[in-house]
């Protein structure tokens, strides 16, 4: 689900491989059913993978 949010693939890689890597997909995934815009779920994404 992380796809829907971000294209490239350093990204993508670096967003999974962290010590959240492995939930990413599902948190990506949950911000999309609550309805969250793209904008807002792409920077809490970014900042939960830190």
């Known amino acids: 689900m992380l796809d829907f949010y971000f294209s490239y693939r350093g990204v993508l890689k670096r967003l999974r491989?962290?010590?959240l890597g492995g939930?990413?997909?599902r948190f990506a995934e949950h911000f999309f059913?609550?309805?969250?815009k793209r904008a807002s779920a792409k920077i809490?994404?970014?900042?939960?993978?830190?």
Not at 33 to 36: E, P, R
């Open 17 to 19: 491989s962290g010590a």
């Open 23 to 25: 939930e990413m997909d």
């Open 33 to 36: 059913t609550l309805g969250y």
């Open 44 to 50: 809490y994404l970014s900042r939960i993978a830190l």
